[in-house]
């Protein structure tokens, strides 16, 4: 009653065109509900994408260009614990660990970022599995990583006590991940003969998706905005490509006036089609009153070139990159045009590294490396248990990136560290590098000069001075 007084006094009008009917509005689609389209949607935009990753020439740079700057040459940590003693013996630890940290021998624990940022970038989400070893050297700890339809992603089911498991992640009543139901075999490998399930701890295992909605549990394709797109622009240049090709068929026919079949001469090919062509230099001579009239293939005109063009423009937007990231064109671009669009996409480049990178990859592997290298006794960590929060504090520095104008850039930094607007540790962060480090191999090498009688000169000291 109250509804039809409300709507009959036009207080429930709807004043969003967006959210308006009628006819332009009509065969638009919805997504009511987020959660339930991913769960729905993932497994076929993720085997779509990873068919156009290893098929299409964009798709495939898309891939790589999001890796690298994700991961570059890696996410590397430095120990924060107060003790630079405890520090030292933690990051040198760790470096001797990546080189044996993949479970498969095949990369470090750097390349084994960017394999996981890559399939999380084509699939939607990856899958790490932390195993103990028995090894008598080093860290017994080793990572393994598994696709992530390892975990069945169809299998949804209610547990006694409010427990449920959902795309095969298993919640307690709280919401909290506690296991991952995953096929002992990847489903399709060939030594897959049963499809067994095995239960796995949640804390062994790192979970690596970008989410972008409440209550995700999967993650879904970075590919899924642009993967129409994508298809269309791949048969659309195979359409272009046998334009051309057709194009380039030129021949040529010799008309007779009289209307009168002429004789056929030429060698016959396959097909019954008689080869009689013009060579270069040839003279040919026709009967009276014949003529040679020659075909006239379309060629592609600029406005089909300018449509594929901005067909993939739209395509690195939906991807989040920059064009000339995406396509290796650099017609258009000037200095300004290229800094402006590198300097944001380094902030959603850094914005996914620290919220998913570093959050659900490299800090829980920083941490259990911490642990079992306390319980090995491969670092010695005095009271473990009681000061368990100062030995896992930990920083991680990103790899940097090289600028348009290099020189430009280092005089801004200088100024913004003379001004004090800029602190030195945050410099040597910015580019890559850990400040007490980075201080040590100064003094170091500055050591080394001494001790054989070398002295350098910077270039500001080199600079000559100008004129009063």
């Known amino acids: 009653m109250i509804l039809n007084l ?70 590397k940590p430095q120990s924060l614990h107060p003790d630079p ?19 498969d021998g095949l990369t470090d624990f750097y390349g084994l970022q960017t394999m996981a940022a890559r399939q999380m970038i084509v699939t939607g989400d990856v899958l790490g599995l932390i195993v103990v070893t028995d090894d008598q050297a080093g860290v017994p700890l080793r990572l393994r990583l598994v696709e992530a339809e390892q975990v069945d992603p169809a299998l949804h089911r209610e547990l006694p006590g409010g427990a449920r498991i959902v795309s095969g992640i298993e919640f307690d009543s709280d919401g909290r991940r506690v296991a991952y139901h995953a096929f002992r ?24 998706f970008r989410a972008t909605a409440p209550g995700q549990v999967r993650g879904i394709s970075w590919f899924a905005p642009a993967l129409l797109r994508l298809a269309d622009l791949d048969q659309a240049h195979d359409a272009q490509l046998m334009r051309q090709k057709v194009a380039a068929l030129l021949a040529g026919f010799v008309v007779d006036p009289n ?18 062509g013009l060579e270069p230099g040839t003279l040919k001579v026709l009967d009276p009153g014949q ?47 290229l800094r402006a669009g ?29 642990e079992t290298a306390a319980l090995s006794g491969e670092v010695v960590l005095r009271d473990f248990d009681r000061y368990r929060t100062e030995y896992l504090a930990v920083k991680w520095i990103t790899p940097r990136f090289d600028w348009v104008d290099p020189a430009k850039d280092a005089e801004a930094e200088v100024a913004s560290l003379a001004a004090g607007l800029m602190s030195p540790r945050e410099a040597a962060a910015s580019r890559g590098y850990d400040l007490e480090a980075l201080y040590r191999e100064i003094a170091e090498d500055r050591a080394l000069a001494a001790k054989l009688g070398l002295t350098f000169s910077s270039p500001a000291a080199a600079r000559p001075k100008e004129a009063a």
């Open 291 to 337: 003529d040679v009239r020659f075909s006239d293939p379309a060629t592609i005109g600029m406005e089909s070139l300018e449509f594929l063009k901005l067909t993939a423009r739209e395509i690195a937007a939906g991807l989040g990159l920059p064009e000339h990231v995406l396509t290796g064109d650099l017609s258009g671009a000037n200095y300004s045009s």
């Open 342 to 370: 590198l300097v944001e996409f380094r902030r959603k480049v850094e914005a996914i590294q620290h919220a998913c990178l570093v959050h659900q990859f490299c800090r829980p592997v920083w941490q259990r490396f911490v």
């Open 185 to 208: 075999e990847p489903p399709g490998a060939p030594l897959a003969t049963a499809l067994d399930m095995i239960r796995i701890p949640a804390e062994d295992v790192v979970h690596l």
């Open 6 to 75: 409300l709507r009959k006094a036009g207080l429930l009008k709807r004043s969003y065109d967006g959210a308006a009917g009628g006819r332009r509005w009509r065969g638009a689609g919805e997504m009511p509900v987020q959660r339930t389209a991913m769960i729905a949607g993932r497994d076929r935009l993720a085997s779509r994408a990873r068919y156009l990753a290893a098929n299409n020439a964009l798709a495939a740079s898309a891939a790589e260009a999001w890796a690298s700057a994700l991961v570059g040459t890696g996410i």
């Open 259 to 276: 209307g009168d079949a002429g004789a056929f001469t030429g060698e016959r090919r396959e097909g019954g089609i008689l080869d009689g």
């Open 85 to 103: 003693d405890v520090r030292a013996a933690l990051n040198l630890a760790w470096e001797r660990w990546t080189a044996e940290a993949d479970a």
